[in-house]
């Protein structure tokens, strides 16, 4: 009886506190709920539609908004780039860069003109062929709580450990993996909070060479390195796109002898696009960022 009474006691006692928490569940699951059940910016065409047959890109008389009602971040921006050739996108912080980048992948859809992948709309495209067709290098390179593998397999889920190590490699990032206690196994923890910045963005950068898909956009892939690593990683990692249509996004002009064009941007619009070295002789603007002429 005696027992049976403080059993009872015992399965009760956790009430008040649940009860505490009552309130703070219901108001994260309404949160949660709300993000669930919002209506996703961009909606996808259902799957079936056949893959592009080309891997050109082209922005036609795009413009772009954060907020609708906001102020312009980019405006009638046009530029293409043939397949397997190299795009430099180049121009001060704050210029529309990155956010050129996001449309590509379609975070968001321009709110005037529209960009083409392989000549279709990339709002006619289904999604699967997108992901499939584009390797992201982001400024910010999203890693999850897991380990390096775990990050690498999410580019090439059946890839060998042979070709984790070469992917390392050609990311500059194989010695530093191989020195550490756990090697491919070690966690990178949340948001890739365990290991550098810098080297956040090269293990990104060693998954989209993993992934090999026909277009690469690498939003400053060599951030934050100094001067003669950014050189030697930039020469190597464009030595892996042969072939391949590449965007390559930076502030700097470090690579640009090994482009095919470069679009210069500035507050959101295209202010000079040519061949590197024909910009070069023509321009100030172009001789003020290269810091050259
Ligand atoms: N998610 C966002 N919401 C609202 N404004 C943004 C967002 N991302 C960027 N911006 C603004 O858009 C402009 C261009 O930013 P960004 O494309 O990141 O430039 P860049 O990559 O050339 O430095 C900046 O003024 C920036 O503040
Ligand atoms: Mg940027």
């Not at 121009?91 to 992948?105: E, I, N």
């Not at 530093?176 to 966690?187: E, N, Q, S």
Request: aromatic fraction near 6%; charged fraction near 20%; proline fraction near 9%.
């Amino acid at each position: 009886m005696t027992l049976a009474v403080l059993a009872a006691f015992e399965a009760v006692a956790p009430l008040p506190a649940a009860f505490q928490y009552l309130g703070r569940t219901r108001e994260a699951g309404r949160r949660l709920l709300e993000v669930v059940e919002s209506p996703p910016a961009v909606v996808f065409p259902p799957d079936g539609a056949p893959p592009p047959a080309r891997w050109d890109v082209a922005f036609e008389g795009v413009g772009f908004a954060y907020p609708p009602q906001g102020p312009p971040v980019l405006t009638d921006v046009s530029f293409s780039v043939p397949q397997g050739a190299r795009l430099a996108v180049l121009g001060p912080t704050g210029a529309g860069k990155s956010t050129l980048g996001h449309l590509l992948v379609r975070f968001w859809d321009p709110s005037t003109g529209c960009i083409r992948l392989g000549g279709r709309d990339l709002r006619h495209l289904p999604e699967v062929h997108l992901r499939r067709s584009i390797a992201v290098v982001a400024q910010q390179p999203h890693l999850f709580n897991a380990s390096i593998r775990e990050n690498l397999h999410l580019a090439a889920p059946d890839a060998p450990e042979a070709h984790l190590w070469e992917a390392l490699a050609a990311a500059e990032l194989a010695d530093f993996v191989r020195g550490l206690p756990w090697g491919l196994d070690t966690w990178v923890g949340e948001g890739g909070g365990l290991i550098s910045g810098g080297q956040a963005r090269r293990l990104a950068l060693a998954r989209a060479v993993l992934q090999a898909a026909p277009v690469w956009l690498l939003d400053e892939p060599t951030e934050g390195l100094d001067r003669a690593t950014e050189t030697r990683l930039l020469e190597r990692v464009l030595g892996l796109t042969q072939g391949r249509t590449v965007l390559l996004i930076t502030h700097r002009p470090t690579a640009l002898a090994k482009m095919d064009a470069v679009v210069v941007l500035e507050n959101g619009r295209v202010v000079e696009q040519g061949a590197p070295g024909e910009l070069a002789r023509r321009t100030s603007r172009f001789a003020a960022l290269t810091g050259c002429g």
